[in-house]
């Protein structure tokens, strides 16, 4: 078994330094170098510093732009730098050297030659190049080269995007292919996608495609870019850019240089060839501007402010090149798209409808459907490599062939037809020899069509995971409105979140309590909680809460605190055992929840917190009585306690929110009993073999009655470190009073001096402090506010 340590990244770009940190994120030792600047003073020319002052400014100004590279800061200390001249022959000690220069092939093949001179025999080489064919940058190299090199291609950014596209030249190991698709999966946390080595490879070479057929269709439609966007974002269940502000995003002088690459280097593509850049687009590159990084592009951020604050973004309106305000859409289509919330059926009605938002929507598909289907087996063998590249590289729902299965396969090719397209053969041939669909699903497990064999196969990499929309078929073991409880396999059960953004209610609450039941009741070997939202909550239902708090209905407030108290201790209590899976928000009672289960296996990519304060709050299903708990476990014969409490009550009262799950560690919101898992996907499957594992002779705890708390002493010191925070401005009036609830919580309330209580006491004394402030008329303020504008208000 092949094992990689260290890691040499050539080039420290926005590319190269973005993946070094990623590689630094999962513990590598990585090697960061670059050329010496051409600009240095006679005296700096053998200064080690000066040298190395262009790896050293890119790498720090990637570490500090946003959204963060690392998961952790502190996580820059694997990465040293160097220069192409002073430390090349260090890259001997790596097992892994990835090219990331400028793309040039005369500099990527000059970079090669000194890489094949000073590489270990049987170390990996790569290139992340978006476009360069790679067996044209293996020209000349030796035989052990040639058979270790391939194209590794990231996206941008490296840590947030999943897509790794793996391009093997007809000279690379077989073994080698398989080791980096094993390795971006399982290490890096990313969906791999094996590519043909041609223009472009899978991910850009369809979705650039997708994007300038609308490009080419906004001068057909009579249509705003505002419109487009948000027709071929949010309601074909795409990222909210759309189309018009992606290219922004992108840089339109990119994304100009990437479409004439496809155009030159693929002649007998005709549908590309077909493409005309419309003239808005030639004015804006004429123009230089560029999107995002020249100010302005299809859209321009002004100084200017509305009603709510909000800054002014002007649009460019396609048919007068001039920037306006945007204006309200009349679109039926629009309209009847927010008012379906399932994303398959909201795609179905868009397709049909027929006002000029449809037919655009309908063009755009029918079009992709076309190309997608033409490009196999030019770009790969499988469709489902296709999907994937689109869906982990541009970050949509569904991929071409899923859109087509949602469409209708025999919908899809009369409409590609009605706008002059024609899908491939195969296609037809596979309808008429009685396969309906691109997927199916059989006992649980994923297939595509197979073009090779004429038949359906396991999708790869697949038939180990659990994937939840594989069992809609089969009858849950229980449900109501806001869960499913799931039989995933070997006597584990899963319960999935359903609620509007996952919010926990009265049915998330009772499901849990159901759940557990039914666990321990029957033949179960344990529970898994998760489920395959963006989210895995955003906490509490705030809308819920308010209600009864703006009505002052402190029973039924009392109840509804009592119950998400009692769930969570169900959690830690049970009978069996119970192992959260995590991704994306973990909120408030999101993370009270899983900090109550008996382990949280958390992809990287969760950003864990309990944010009560920030409507007014403290954590009342738990999570502040289990920071007591938590902080007194942390207490040690000897230790001084207070600056051990304070750093808890801090993270606590400042709503601090790790914004990756190894951030959530330094915070206390995980703790020895968790693990982090790279790749989103795996998260399910590895809580579920956690629930078996724990499952061997599993005894459930016994409540704690041993929690030390530090009494009026700690009060002390918790209420001088909130007036601190009051007077550096940290904090309001209101905030101190809160913070005030939060230290009475943690430090027992007022007892005369340190001593052991139980859990149930201090539940008792944080449901007492959450009901006193559900009273108060600036909480009352706040949750109205976040109701209102899906953002804390600061009173």
């Known amino acids: 078994m092949r094992h990689i340590k260290k890691v040499a990244v050539l080039g420290s770009g926005i590319m190269g330094s973005g993946i070094a940190c990623h590689l630094a994120n999962i513990g590598m030792d990585v090697l960061l170098l670059d050329i010496v600047p051409f600009d240095l003073a006679e005296g700096e020319k053998d200064n080690p510093e000066a040298r190395n002052r262009l790896v050293n400014q890119s790498l720090s100004k990637a570490i500090k732009s946003k959204p963060a590279p690392l998961f952790k800061k502190s996580y820059s200390n694997r990465i040293s730098t160097g220069n192409f001249e002073d430390d090349f022959e260090k890259i001997n000690s790596c097992d892994w050297i990835i090219e990331v220069v400028v793309e040039r092939l005369d500099i990527k093949k000059e970079i090669f030659a000194k890489v094949d001179q000073f590489r270990r025999q049987g170390s990996l080489v790569s290139s992340n190049t978006s476009g360069i064919p790679i067996h044209m940058m293996a020209e000349g190299r030796s035989d052990d080269f040639k058979q270790h090199f391939c194209g590794t291609h990231f996206f941008n950014p490296p840590r947030y995007l999943q897509l790794l596209e793996i391009i093997p030249t007809d000279h690379t190991s077989p073994e080698i292919v398989d080791f980096f698709m094993h390795f971006g999966d399982r290490y890096l946390g990313k969906s791999t996608v094996k590519c043909k080595d041609t223009p472009a490879f899978i991910g850009n070479r369809i979705g650039v495609y997708a994007m300038n057929k609308i490009y080419q269709l906004a001068d057909k439609f009579n249509l705003s870019i505002d419109e487009i966007d948000k027709l071929t974002g949010p309601a074909l269940a795409r990222p909210k850019t759309g189309t018009f502000r992606l290219g922004d995003l992108v840089g339109l002088d990119t994304a100009a240089k990437v479409n004439a690459g496809i155009k030159q280097n693929c002649p007998d593509d005709q549908q590309v060839q077909k493409l005309e850049l419309p003239k808005f687009f030639q004015f804006l590159i004429d123009q230089k501007y560029y999107g995002n990084k020249s100010g302005q592009g299809f859209y321009k951020a002004t100084d200017e402010r509305d009603e709510n604050g909000k800054r002014i973004i002007l649009s460019l309106n396609l048919d007068t090149l001039e920037y306006e305000k945007p204006k309200s859409s009349k679109l039926d289509s629009l309209s009847l798209s927010k008012q379906i919330e399932n994303p398959e059926k909201r795609i179905q009605a868009l397709f049909k409808h027929e006002d000029e938002g449809g037919q655009l929507v309908r063009a755009s598909l029918s079009s992709l459907f076309a190309y997608a ?148 009741e029957g033949e179960w070997l344990g529970l898994v909680i998760g489920n395959q939202a963006k989210n895995f909550t955003v906490g509490a239902n705030l809308m819920m809460i308010g209600m009864l708090a703006f009505q002052q209905e402190f029973d039924q407030l009392n109840m509804a605190v009592k119950l998400f108290q009692d769930t969570t201790m169900r959690c830690r209590y049970s009978k069996i055992p119970v192992v959260a899976a995590t991704q994306g928000y973990v909120f408030g009672g999101g993370c009270e929840t899983i900090m109550h289960c008996d382990s949280a296996v958390c992809a990287a990519e969760s950003y864990i917190g309990l944010v009560e304060v920030g409507v007014g709050l403290i954590p009342g299903g738990g999570g502040t009585k289990e920071f007591a708990v938590r902080t007194s476990d942390e207490f040690h014969p000897g230790d001084v306690k207070i600056p051990t409490l304070i750093e808890r009550f801090k993270t606590i009262a400042l709503a601090k929110v790790g914004t990756s799950a190894p951030e959530a560690f330094d915070l206390g919101y995980l703790n020895h009993k968790d693990s982090v898992i790279m790749n989103v996907n795996r998260a399910i499957s590895e809580a579920k073999d956690k629930v078996i594992q724990l499952s061997e002779n599993y005894v459930a705890p016994t409540p704690r009655t041993d929690v030390l708390v530090m009494g009026r002493p700690g009060l002390g010191a918790l209420y001088a470190a909130a007036s601190s925070l009051h007077l550096g401005r940290y904090a309001s009036d209101h905030d101190i009073l809160i913070a005030k609830k939060i230290a009475w919580v943690l430090c027992g309330g007022d007892l005369s001096a340190e001593q052991e209580v139980s859990e149930q006491y201090l539940l008792d004394l944080e449901r007492e402090a959450f009901l006193s402030l559900c009273g108060e008329q600036k909480t009352l303020e706040r949750i109205q506010y976040m109701l209102e504008n899906n953002k804390p208000l600061r009173n």
């Open 373 to 520: 289907s033409k490009r196999i087996p030019e770009i790969c063998d499988e469709l489902h490599s296709i999907d994937t590249a689109l869906k982990a590289g541009f970050a949509w729902s569904y991929g071409p062939f899923e859109y087509w299965d949602i469409i209708g396969i025999q919908e899809g090719i009369d409409a590609a037809k009605g706008e002059g397209d024609e899908v491939a053969p195969w296609v037809e041939e596979m309808l008429e020899s009685g396969h309906s669909s691109f997927y199916v699903v059989k006992d649980g497990i994923r297939h595509f069509y197979d073009i090779s064999t004429k038949s359906y196969q396991p999708v790869p990499g697949t038939v180990d995971l659990v994937n939840l929309d594989n069992l809609r078929k089969q009858n849950p073991v229980f449900r109501n409105d806001e869960v499913i409880l799931h039989d995933i396999g070997d006597g584990v059960l899963c319960l999935e979140f359903t609620s509007k953004m996952n919010a926990i209610g009265e049915g998330i609450l009772t499901g849990m309590n159901e759940s557990i039941k039914i666990a321990e």
